[in-house]
């Protein structure tokens, strides 16, 4: 391997004036406590040895840099996929080696990929990056840093677009990777962030890397299952972006100008979204306003409506343009209903309002998951599937009306009479408001309450001798209100799953 060169001129001074100017893009000057990402290759090697050069340079004193960097802790983590037998052991050992040499300490974590492809049905390509993530969060976690640094590079910026334009992907799947992003879809650890991932190096090329290890005498490792065509992305690089050069040699650097013109245009969509988003919501659970997306443009709706979603699971991932066509024709055609979504979620859809609901289903509804039919003593109490409960009670003297909360109800005893049911809605129910001196469509009514449609089946209504007596957290029937100057009152009370 030999031992890391002192700095100079030429590639030296190239390769540390991009990676200053990539770390400033990255935010990450300053007292940065940074975890970099090391396979042994070209790539990671030389964005190693440059961070180290960079920050013992600046410690130092001025250094002739041109920004002053400081790194309170610099250390790295090697993930062993095991997959190519001894060649993944050379990987490790050289990365030990190469990090004992520059006094950099290495955390060295291991996987079974192809069990992990095989239990989650993904690739495994797709396994060794989640698992190589999934250690990679733990260490930063576990060792108290504030980020990782991948080596990400403009070639690898020019694959991932051309990647994401052959699948169809949108102006985000266009502006490729960013300098840098928060992993929230990663499992969290208890007192765990998002993983924040930096890439200061997307200024670089290929060749930039290599001449640079080249100038520190370090020859990296290189994994040969980098020229297995096998992979899409190795036909990308291989294959494809040699016959673009022919057409343009700059097409990489082009590529990469498309994804940062593209990932400018995505800010300003998304600022405008969020502001969207913001008029459109209608309580403190998510609930938004049908008629205010409806009047947006089809392409920003789009957009609201992936910035909700995100919202209501905690990540876009798998969330394609498909997902997002039938989430905004549900919103401008579905009349009440659903459809499921990516990650567990689904778009509930009722007349004036949607919501996406994520996995452990929706926040905030005061009703119970299911109502069924069940008799209501006096004294007495129903408990419902999924939490909550309703009582009943005789009280005297009667309650002040004025002093009851949307949860309680006082009805007239005699007029309720003895049995007693509490049940969900059905076909045909009928209800006489208080106020009103003849009946109507419980349907009518809940619609007229702005009740969500979603939470219509889940009201739990207490039915006594001549119908229904109250529709819990809305309204008494007038036939059964307290009579004025009555001495005594049955009174309901209605706790919610989250009582």
Sequence with gaps: MGSPKPAG??????????????????????????????????DSTSLLLGLHEVFAECVAGPGTGPVPVRAARLEAAHFNHALRGRESDAD????????????VPLHVGRGDVRAHASQNGISVEAAARDLRYRYVHRTVHSQNLDAVVTAHTMDDQAETVLLAMTRGAGLRGVSGMANVTERADLP????SRPLKVLRPMLLHNRSHTAAYCASKGVTPREDQSNRDVAFARNRIRHNVLPELERINPGVVEALARLASTAGADVELIDALATRALEDATLDEHGAL??????ALPPALLAHVLR??????????????MRSLEAAAGAVLKLPTGGIDLPNGARLVVDHD????VGEEGEHGCPYPESVGESRLASPGSVAFRGGGSLTARRVSPAPDLGSLTRWQAAVDPAAVGETLLVRGRADGDRF???????????????VNQHLPARWRDRVPLVVGERGICWV????????????EGAKEALLFEHFSPED
């Design 9 to 42: 001129g030429g590639p030296q001074k190239q390769f540390l004036e991009l990676l200053l100017e990539g770390l400033e893009r990255c935010e990450a000057a300053g007292s940065a406590r940074l975890l970099v990402a090391l396979s042994g290759g070209t």
């Design 92 to 103: 490790e050992r050289f990365c030990r080696e190469l990090c004992k040499r520059l006094s």
């Design 188 to 191: 969290a650890y208890p007192g």
């Design 289 to 294: 306003s049908r008629e205010t997306l409806s």
């Design 307 to 320: 910035e909700a979603y995100g919202r209501a699971t905690g990540t876009t991932v798998d969330l394609d």
């Design 353 to 356: 309002s949607v919501m996406f």
């Design 432 to 446: 006489q408001p208080l106020g009103m001196q003849v009946e109507m469509k419980l349907q009518d009514f809940l």
């Design 472 to 483: 819990a957290g809305e309204r008494v029937a007038e036939w059964a209100r307290v009579p």
